[in-house]
């Protein structure tokens, strides 16, 4: 499967984003996906995820209540849904693939990635 991550861009503080990661190639509804960001300086870091149907989700502490999940299998697509956006939100955001059975935040379980997209929120 190949990803591609859209929708970044320059936001204000308390502002909202939505990014999608389309997928394609093998059949996207195998795939536990993540999305994860890195900002600058920093190494990359884990921020959500949702197993392949889409019924379990789980975010890093930092983004809960702000940051949710989501996919659609029949449109090979998964979305990040940022509200309330903080400037240390600020970061190249990916999204990536799991072959792995089960959910992870590890970075390492990650086989896939997408090219990603920047958010940058001012304040």
């Known amino acids: 499967v190949q990803l591609q991550a859209s929708g970044g861009g320059l936001v204000q503080a308390g502002g909202s984003l939505s990014l999608s990661c389309e997928a394609s190639g093998r059949p996207f509804g195998t795939y536990n996906m993540g999305w994860f960001r890195q900002a600058p300086g920093k190494e990359r870091e884990f921020v959500a995820g949702i197993n392949w149907s889409g019924d379990i989700t789980y975010q890093t502490d930092s983004v809960k209540g702000r940051f949710t999940i989501s996919r659609d299998n029949a449109k090979n697509t998964m979305y990040l849904r940022m509200i309330s956006l903080k400037p240390e939100d600020t970061a190249v955001y990916y999204c990536?693939?799991?072959?792995?059975?089960?959910?992870?935040?590890?970075?390492?379980?990650?086989?896939?990635w997408g090219q990603g997209t920047l958010v940058t929120v001012s304040s």
């Open positions: 990536a693939a799991s072959k792995k059975g089960y959910i992870t935040r590890r970075l390492a379980d990650f086989d896939i």
